[in-house]
């Protein structure tokens, strides 16, 4: 099969990169590792392996055309590198070279296997112990960053919501499951002021954690994939990761009415995860917010649904239904 336009792109930047980092331009070993070409997202990787030079991940992105942001996001993980507690349990890919005016960049590969998926070969227990890994990474990350208490503000994320909901009622919006959907701005709306103007932390966030973006290669966890430079209130993270785990690895029936984590979950977690505790007032509002945020960009329709969002969609219903009533 002959490669698409964006993997042809990433060959085509691949010896410019190689030049602007000082490696050897013969001797690669190359393989596709990831493509996705729609309109809306149009990027791929690929994997070089050097007998002597070592191992790189070389990207490119056509789609959204964000040079600046781009940019940013690859200086910014360069500085991350630079101090972060590298160690035998924790690492992250170092930034090597940027194309200047492209959207291109190459990084040291990680080897090993999305987290997901040696969670999903683990024992109840071993997923806990895994999950409170994760947990100790995101807090080295987080304090790697800017961070900075400050008063937890649920009312800009209601306003978003309570923004869909009038398009809902106007006819320009119509989401998947519709009912649960603005029952869950009903909850948001119930729960904000329990966690209104308490204290935070506010640090640079991943942007995108969820166990995909983890590898993990039996001993040490790298977080990859790393798409904001900006601090926000560190819920957002915790409770992408949190969410991702409880949906994928454990069922809503044994949930009490309101709930979404299991204790045990969020136990293990912040095992690992020390910055705040459980009781922070952005991780109990987001871990809501997250579920009306992963409904928003499921199709109403079957027929418009990927493989992929339906499987969303159905492994996240039930806990909806346990969360919002």
Not at 193 to 219: I, K, Y
Request: glycine share 6%; charged share 25%; aromatic share 8%.
């Amino acid at each position: 099969m002959l490669p698409s336009a964006v993997e042809r792109e990433v060959l085509a930047h691949w010896p410019g990169l190689l030049a602007r980092a000082g490696l050897p331009e013969e001797g690669w070993r190359l393989t596709s590792l990831a493509v996705r070409d729609d309109p809306a997202i149009s990027r791929a990787s690929l994997l070089g392996e050097h007998p002597t030079a070592g191992h790189y991940t070389c990207k490119v992105q056509l789609r959204p055309e964000m040079r600046d942001a781009f940019a940013a996001q690859f200086a910014r993980q360069a500085e991350i590198w630079d101090v972060f507690p590298h160690s035998e349990r924790l690492t992250l890919p170092r930034p090597v070279a940027l194309h200047p005016t492209a959207q291109a960049s190459l990084i040291t590969y990680i080897d090993g296997r999305p987290l997901s998926e040696a969670m999903r070969a683990a024992d109840r227990k071993t997923q806990l112990q895994l999950l409170a890994h994760a947990g100790e990474w995101l807090d080295a990350y987080h304090r790697c960053g800017i961070k900075e208490r400050r008063l937890f503000q649920p009312g800009y994320t209601l306003r978003h919501y309570e923004g869909l909901r009038a398009e809902i009622r106007a006819g320009s919006f119509d989401p998947a499951a519709r009912g649960l959907f603005l029952r869950g701005i009903d909850r948001l709306a119930e729960i904000a002021p329990e966690h209104d103007r308490r204290e935070t932390v506010s640090a640079v966030q991943h942007g995108d954690f969820h166990m995909r973006n983890l590898v993990f290669d039996g001993t040490r966890l790298a977080g990859i994939d790393i798409s904001k430079t900006a601090p926000a209130p560190v819920g957002h993270d915790i409770a992408k990761i949190l969410f991702d785990f409880a949906t994928v690895l454990r069922s809503a029936e044994a949930l009490p009415p309101g709930e979404i984590l299991p204790e045990d979950v969020r136990a293990a977690f912040f095992h690992g995860y020390r910055l705040v505790g459980p009781d922070d007032p952005s991780v109990g509002f987001l871990i809501y917010a997250r579920i009306l945020a992963t409904l928003q960009h499921v199709p109403r329709d079957r027929a418009d649904r990927s493989d992929a969002k339906q499987r969303t969609l159905q492994r996240l219903r039930p806990f909806a239904k346990r969360a919002f009533g």
